[in-house]
């Protein structure tokens, strides 16, 4: 999942900070308190560092396991709801969080430190990067099966080749049209 994925155009090539699930949680685990590891929650689940350090309790709804994120801190101006619901570990440190803070509160700088910190003591050898954390979760969420509306929605992008350009990475369609029709290729 490390392997460096270029995208078209002017486009980041920030994929190559991608995570495996062993490196999240070894960076989950070198969070130094409830604050780091919200920061990389949030951030997995597709916030952008700005967002992350703007996201405050009012844009959450635990009822609904989601987070609205506002238009005023929305890139483009484009809000957004994030739901969290399904995922456990997201589901329970961010609500955890939220139980003993407002909000996040820093700079989107000290989330990059934060984020560059962990990755660090976590023994990670490739960067990471806040927007490595988003890209991490579009590739999961695309390896889950997420349609590519449902990715371009959740994650905020103005463009339906981004979404798609996840999908085709994650090879995820590949994996399921070979499980449910690779008896029928010969």
Not at 27 to 41: E, F, P, Q, V
Not at 165 to 185: I, L, T
Request: charged share 25%; aromatic share 8%.
């Amino acid at each position: 999942m490390n392997e460096i994925i270029e995208l078209t155009g002017d486009r980041t090539k920030a994929l190559d900070s991608l995570l495996t699930r062993e490196e999240f949680l070894e960076m989950m685990k070198a969070g130094n308190d409830a604050k780091d590891r919200a920061i990389l929650c949030l951030g997995v689940l597709g916030l952008r560092a700005s967002e992350i350090a703007a996201c405050d309790v009012a844009w959450s709804d635990f009822s609904n396991r989601s987070i609205l994120i506002p238009p005023r801190v929305a890139k483009r101006g484009k809000g957004r709801v994030v739901p969290f619901g399904k995922i456990k570990v997201i589901c329970e440190v961010v609500t955890a969080f939220f139980a003993l803070e407002r909000r996040i509160g820093i700079s989107r700088i000290a989330i990059w430190n934060r984020v560059k910190r962990m990755a660090s003591a976590a023994a990670i050898k490739h960067p990471v990067t806040p927007h490595g954390l988003r890209a991490t979760g579009a590739t999961w969420f695309a390896q889950a099966g997420y349609s590519i509306t449902g990715l371009q929605h959740h994650f905020g992008w103005s463009e339906l080749r981004t979404a798609q350009h996840y999908v085709q990475a994650s090879g995820a369609s590949a994996m399921r049209d070979m499980e449910e029709k690779g008896e029928r290729v010969f």
